[in-house]
């Protein structure tokens, strides 16, 4: 009875893709010995007494095969959602702590993305991405803006705390266009608590008062692919959990863009509400992980 060795990789994050190991799949042929008559032979059995048992072993060859590549599109999607684009588990970050630029670096990179930021060294505030682990669902005011409502990230540790100020807005830009399935987003305690309970300029929600988010796709040459809205407050409803918000409508991008807005305005100064979001989990999409997967084992098995 032969046996061979199956390797298995796929691409990495290129145009779209997202890259694996699968690792090494062992799988065990069935006999390949034949008789005068171009059939095989399973151990010392005639011919004819070994066509039946040969045709079931054959069977089991093809199942065997599809088993294999059911695996391969399991793990492929598997891989996808856990890997990600970014999900900031690859940024080293102490217990209860956060990042927000002081040292002056400009951003940071997180999987295949770039993600902007903006620090001001003279009064100590920044704008753009920063990213933490802190849990606080509690303490109100600015104190406490690097804390997710939920507590904890959407998977692993850490998580991104977006700010829109007065620089360049929010941004991620990645290695190289794709398409994007989605992402993970909800309050930061700070600005939950604000519409909660009103806090300094910010005013209690209403059941008309709403907070917006909205997120514009920009291809290579830095054209708008369309914009899409997630409301964090609407209709007396708050988001504190983790939301998935669909961006396939998008296509291909190169980055992302963040805006908030709110009904809650001062005619002076502006958005009241705390301009804050957290983020977590930048989701590629996965077809293409599993097509190149998928048509890898093809050639291989074309090949034996």
């Known amino acids: 009875m032969g046996v061979f060795a199956l390797d298995i990789e796929a691409a990495v994050p290129a145009k779209g893709t997202a890259v694996f190991f699968i690792g090494s799949l062992i799988i065990f042929a069935i006999p390949q010995k034949q008789n005068a008559f171009g059939l095989p032979v399973c151990g010392r059995l005639r011919a004819a007494a070994a066509r039946p048992l040969c045709e079931n072993l054959e069977m089991e060859k093809k199942m065997k095969f599809k088993n294999l590549v059911a695996l391969i599109i399991v793990f492929g999607i598997a891989g996808v959602v856990n890997a990600g684009i970014a999900n900031f588990d690859d940024l080293s970050l102490s217990a209860n702590s956060y990042w927000n630029g002081s040292a002056g670096t400009g951003g940071f990179t997180s999987g295949s993305a770039v993600f902007n930021n903006n620090y001001d060294s003279i009064y100590h505030s920044w704008d753009g991405w920063a990213y933490s682990n802190k849990s606080d669902t509690t303490t109100p005011g600015y104190a406490n803006q690097y804390s997710a409502i939920t507590g904890s990230a959407q998977s692993g540790s850490n998580y991104g705390v977006a700010y829109v100020g007065w620089n360049a807005p929010p941004s991620i830009t990645l290695n190289s266009a794709c398409i994007v399935d989605g992402i993970y987003v909800t309050n930061t305690t700070y600005a939950y608590l604000a519409m909660k309970d009103g806090q300094g300029p910010a005013n209690k929600f209403s059941d008309q008062d709403w907070f917006k988010l909205s997120i514009t796709g920009k291809d ?30 998008l296509g291909a991008i190169k980055s992302l863009e963040f805006s908030l807005s709110s009904s809650d305005n001062d005619p002076v100064f502006g958005m009241n509400t705390p301009a804050y979001f957290a983020m977590d989990t930048v989701v590629p999409e996965p077809a293409t992980v599993i097509l190149l997967s998928f048509g890898g084992l093809l050639l291989r098995r074309r090949r034996k």
């Open 220 to 249: 290579e040459s830095g054209t708008s692919t369309g914009t899409i809205n997630f409301f964090l407050a609407d209709a007396g409803h708050i988001v504190n959990t983790w939301e998935y918000v669909d961006l396939r409508t």
